[in-house]
């Protein structure tokens, strides 16, 4: 444990005066001049009255201490639970340390059980707080445990301490309210950490926290944050196969021989550069493009690799950057193309490839309102209600009013994350 240490104060344990202390209640605080980061602090008492003995605290803060893992950025599994029932217990999500719950695990007597925590963005990990389970008088808690960590659920290690060939086993509760807390010798860098119980008490059940230190800084490929405070959270569409409804259009595009448009975009647009996660470049060439050429809506899809609860969609786009804005008069081609643009809708579905949608599969969307479309190259969807699907669909529409009724959609990078 590394602290940074700021003060200390010390309460004699005799009844006379000395440099530290004048009675046997009294308190004296000493300030160091600047404080010092250090894990191992010693008291060397140089002078004293009859004996030296004393009481002290150390009064500092660790900046790795923080709780990791926790809603809305991380998630709770388990390898097995008891089955759902309303107002019940047992579930993973209430093996939480701050539930008043606890997690069981369905069988009794097996051992290769674990409860896992997703944080969210690989972070420090520097120790580790669990607690029996709490909302029974039959008293259950887990009393050794080991722990095995990963960034991607496929490798996994177990945490060793240093010069150790078996994996480290903790002692964890002698009861179900009280809070075990051990630090890490050797504090260990990951998304992924799950706790193996070995022994407990009557039932596999327990309440668990991780503590470390939140990633700082930019976050890694295949996170971003929905705005510039926020944790890191993960991009759900990251690298993932991608999809649109306008393959026929380089065929198109020869017959309606626009020559300058199609000069320009006739090797760009692919689908799959909408989350090849290079999310600062702005450069059209860079960027995913959707057109109505062939279609009256446009649409854009990836497919996120599994069923999810998706909370919100945010869009990297071209249209609100300076270039879009300040076209010259020799790229008018583009400026009537991408004013045309009206709408962007965002739906989540079960299903691939699909063309129509229903209000039900709608999550958010923006139009050119107030300039809405344009004013920023950053557009974030939220998701008006909980949807659950695999495949999250861009939608894009043009206006209705205008004798050309062609328009370009621009997605230069899509950020998904989920509920």
């Known amino acids: 444990m590394i602290l940074m240490i700021y003060f200390i104060f010390t309460i004699k344990s005799i009844d006379t005066s000395t440099q530290v202390c004048n009675q046997v209640l009294s308190v004296r605080h000493n300030y160091f001049d600047e404080p010092i980061v250090a894990r191992f602090i010693k008291f060397h008492p140089i002078q004293w009255h009859l004996h030296p003995s004393l009481r002290v605290e150390i009064i500092g803060c660790q900046e790795c201490k923080q709780y990791l893992g926790l809603p809305p950025y991380g998630k709770i599994s388990a390898s097995t639970s008891w089955p759902y029932r309303r107002h019940a217990s047992c579930q993973p999500e209430d093996g939480y340390i701050m539930s008043n719950k606890g997690w069981c695990a369905r069988k009794r007597y097996k051992h290769d059980q674990w409860l896992e925590f997703d944080l969210g963005h690989p972070s420090i990990i520097t120790s580790l707080i669990t607690k029996g389970r709490g909302d029974t008088f039959q008293d259950q808690w887990v009393t050794k445990y080991k722990v095995s960590f990963s960034n991607d659920t496929r490798l996994w290690v177990y945490y060793k301490d240093k010069s150790q060939i078996e994996p480290k086993e903790f002692s964890a509760n002698n009861d179900r309210d009280s809070e075990r807390i051990h630090f890490l010798n050797e504090p260990f860098f990951a998304r992924f950490v799950r706790l193996h119980p070995t022994e407990w008490h009557n039932h596999v059940s327990m309440r668990a926290a991780i503590l470390g230190c939140p990633h700082q800084g930019a976050c890694f490929p295949g996170y971003f944050r929905v705005n510039s405070e926020a944790q890191c959270v993960e991009n759900m569409a990251y690298k993932k196969q991608t999809w649109t409804n306008d393959r026929n259009r380089r065929q198109q595009q020869n017959i309606i021989g626009e020559s300058k448009l199609r000069s320009a975009r006739e090797t760009n647009g692919d689908p799959s550069l909408a989350v090849d996660g290079l999310e ?140």
């Not at 059209?284 to 599994?306: E, F, Q």
């Open 280 to 419: 600062d470049s702005l450069d059209w060439s860079k960027c995913a493009t959707i057109d109505n050429y062939c279609v009256r809506k446009p649409v854009w899809m990836v497919d996120l690799g599994r069923i999810t609860n998706i909370a919100g969609v945010m869009l990297r786009t071209w249209h609100g950057n300076n270039k879009a804005n300040n076209l010259t008069t020799s790229s008018s081609v583009y400026r009537d193309y991408l004013a045309n643009l009206e709408r962007y809708n965002v739906y989540v579905h079960y299903r691939p490839r699909r063309y129509r949608f229903n209000n039900a599969n709608l999550c958010s969307f923006i139009t050119r309102t107030d300039q809405a479309l344009t004013s920023s190259s950053r557009l974030h969807f939220q998701c008006q209600h909980q949807l659950r699907g695999r495949f999250v669909y861009i939608e894009a529409d043009g206006v209705t009013d205008r004798w050309n009724k062609l328009f370009t959609a621009v997605l230069c990078e899509v950020f998904v994350y989920e509920q």
